[in-house]
């Protein structure tokens, strides 16, 4: 919302007295030349609003004067007529302020028109100047810039390449060195568990021997062993088996008076044996 | 006849230990009713308690008989044939088969002339026996069968078999 007599926005017074103050804007602005444009994009006019403002303040003020004047010479009957005639003088008056002024106001519009033609050729002219020095320097500065960054980028290329070469050679060396580290190393690895692979076979084929012949000894005389029980089991068997062959054969094949004389024939060993001795 | 002479005849006949047992048991009966009943009756009572007849016949004879008659007197004689029927050995055989009566007198043949003391012997049928006698008198024990027999022979002759076996 606006508020008369103050700063509404920043581009923008509100003046006090509000319809007052535009119809004088209109007075002025009806009295003023087009506006232009001056550099950097402010509001133009060969007079500024201010300047407008005082101009009719003056004028008024003016006016206003010769009535306090002419009131104040008389106030008569014929202050009517005196004052039509004043007013009328007065009006003439003011029409020649007017003129006066709106004359005097062109000729400070042109004059500020003038001079900000002028100022805007200058500043035209300072700006093309300003714009072909500032490409200049800018030209300048930029070649500078691109031969310094050139001679730069020349140089720390030519540092890289000098680094990297270094670097390449250091790695290099390092590589080669570490190389011949590991192969010394895996030969010396190698040639070590080589000896302790033999050594280890060699000591593997004792004790596999040694096992061997244990287990070749044991096996044997496992072997013999069982050999020796089977044989005698064998004998056990066929003497059993003779005996009882022998026993039924016999027991069957006896009559009962052979039978008899057995029996005498034990008690006849017997007694030779001392069986009978008291 | 003495009573030695009248025992040794009674005991003469007494083979086996079963023998002895049942001329004991008649002995009691003829010593305990010898004045109280006739001899046909003790005769009887020995039948019915086993006695076999010839036992019983001189059991009868010598209480009854001439000898004892004349001079001896019936308890000694008992007393004599109780003690030397007691003292009897035995010789305990173990054999094959069932014995007869020929082998029983065979036996008693052969231990009156082999062996001083009086033996009777006491019979017993050992069918796992197949041939001769296990022998066993006055703790002493003896196998005379068929199976030490055998086992003794391959035992002496077991190299030989060996070498025939393998």
């Given at each position: 919302?606006?508020?008369?007599?103050?700063?509404?926005?920043?581009?923008?017074?509100?003046?006090?007295?509000?319809?007052?103050?535009?119809?004088?804007?209109?007075?002025?602005?009806?009295?003023?030349?087009?506006?232009?444009?001056?550099?950097?994009?402010?509001?133009?006019?060969?007079?500024?609003?201010?300047?407008?403002?005082f101009l009719?303040?003056?004028?008024?003020?003016?006016?206003?004067?010769?009535?306090?004047?002419?009131?104040?010479?008389?106030?008569?009957?014929?202050?009517?007529?005196?004052?039509?005639?004043?007013?009328?003088?007065?009006?003439?008056?003011?029409?020649?302020?007017?003129?006066?002024?709106?004359?005097?106001?062109?000729?400070?519009?042109?004059?500020?028109?003038?001079?900000?033609?002028?100022?805007l050729?200058?500043?035209?002219?300072?700006?093309?100047?300003?714009?072909?020095?500032?490409?200049?320097?800018?030209?300048?500065?930029s070649?500078?810039?691109?031969?310094?960054?050139?001679?730069?980028?020349?140089?720390?290329?030519?540092s890289?390449?000098?680094?990297?070469?270094?670097?390449?050679?250091?790695?290099?060396?390092?590589?080669?060195?570490?190389?011949?580290?590991?192969?010394?190393?895996?030969r010396?690895?190698?040639?070590?568990?080589?000896e302790?692979?033999?050594?280890?076979?060699?000591?593997?084929?004792?004790?596999?021997?040694?096992?061997?012949?244990?287990?070749?000894?044991?096996?044997f005389?496992?072997?013999?062993e069982?050999?020796?029980?089977?044989?005698?089991?064998?004998?056990?068997?066929?003497?059993?088996?003779?005996?009882?062959?022998s026993?039924?054969?016999?027991?069957?094949?006896?009559?009962?008076?052979?039978?008899?004389e057995?029996?005498?024939?034990?008690?006849?060993?017997?007694?030779?044996?001392?069986?009978?001795?008291? | 006849?003495?009573?030695k002479?009248?025992?040794?005849?009674?005991?003469?006949?007494?083979?086996?230990?079963?023998?002895?047992?049942?001329?004991?048991?008649?002995?009691?009966?003829?010593?305990?009713?010898?004045?109280?009943?006739?001899?046909?009756?003790?005769?009887?009572?020995?039948?019915?308690?086993?006695?076999?007849?010839?036992?019983?016949?001189?059991?009868?004879?010598?209480?009854?008989?001439e000898?004892?008659?004349?001079?001896?007197?019936?308890?000694?004689?008992?007393?004599?044939l109780?003690?030397?029927?007691?003292?009897l050995?035995?010789?305990?055989?173990?054999?094959?088969?069932?014995?007869?009566?020929?082998?029983?007198?065979?036996?008693?043949?052969?231990?009156?002339?082999?062996?001083?003391k009086g033996?009777?012997?006491?019979?017993?049928?050992?069918?796992?026996?197949?041939?001769?006698?296990?022998?066993?008198?006055?703790?002493?024990?003896?196998e005379?069968?068929?199976?030490?027999?055998?086992?003794?022979?391959?035992?002496?002759?077991?190299?030989?078999?060996?070498?025939?076996?393998?």
């Amino acid at each position: 919302m606006e508020v008369p007599g103050k700063y509404n926005s920043p581009t923008q017074f509100t003046p006090p007295f509000g319809n007052a103050m535009r119809f004088c804007r209109r007075v002025i602005a009806a009295v003023s030349l087009p506006q232009g444009i001056m550099p950097y994009g402010q509001r133009a006019g060969f007079i500024s609003e201010t300047t407008g403002f005082f101009l009719l303040g003056l004028v008024l003020g003016a006016l206003a004067t010769v009535l306090i004047i002419l009131y104040r010479r008389g106030r008569t009957e014929r202050f009517s007529i005196d004052m039509e005639d004043r007013f009328k003088d007065v009006r003439e008056v003011a029409d020649e302020i007017i003129t006066s002024v709106h004359r005097e106001s062109l000729r400070t519009m042109e004059g500020a028109q003038k001079q900000a033609l002028e100022m805007l050729r200058t500043t035209a002219l300072y700006r093309s100047e300003a714009e072909k020095k500032m490409e200049r320097v800018l030209e300048e500065h930029s070649q500078r810039e691109s031969e310094r960054l050139s001679r730069a980028s020349e140089e720390f290329l030519r540092s890289y390449h000098l680094s990297l070469e270094d670097a390449k050679k250091i790695y290099l060396a390092s590589v080669k060195k570490m190389n011949d580290l590991m192969a010394e190393e895996t030969r010396r690895g190698l040639s070590e568990f080589r000896e302790e692979l033999k050594k280890e076979i060699e000591r593997y084929g004792l004790e596999t021997e040694e096992e061997i012949k244990k287990v070749r000894g044991d096996a044997f005389r496992k072997i013999e062993e069982y050999t020796r029980e089977k044989l005698k089991k064998v004998d056990e068997s066929i003497y059993q088996v003779l005996a009882l062959v022998s026993k039924e054969v016999l027991g069957k094949s006896l009559s009962m008076e052979e039978h008899e004389e057995v029996v005498l024939r034990a008690l006849e060993e017997a007694k030779r044996e001392g069986f009978f001795k008291f | 006849m003495d009573i030695k002479e009248i025992v040794e005849k009674i005991v003469s006949s007494v083979r086996t230990k079963e023998e002895r047992d049942v001329t004991l048991t008649g002995l009691r009966i003829v010593e305990s009713s010898i004045f109280q009943k006739s001899a046909e009756h003790l005769s009887r009572e020995l039948v019915k308690a086993g006695v076999p007849t010839d036992i019983g016949r001189r059991l009868l004879d010598a209480a009854e008989g001439e000898p004892l008659k004349n001079h001896v007197p019936r308890g000694e004689f008992f007393k004599a044939l109780k003690k030397t029927l007691e003292e009897l050995l035995v010789l305990r055989l173990e054999i094959s088969f069932e014995p007869r009566e020929k082998i029983m007198d065979k036996l008693k043949s052969w231990a009156e002339r082999e062996i001083e003391k009086g033996i009777i012997f006491d019979l017993t049928l050992d069918r796992s026996i197949s041939g001769g006698a296990k022998l066993s008198f006055q703790g002493r024990y003896r196998e005379y069968t068929f199976e030490n027999l055998i086992s003794s022979a391959l035992s002496s002759k077991r190299e030989e078999i060996t070498k025939l076996i393998s």
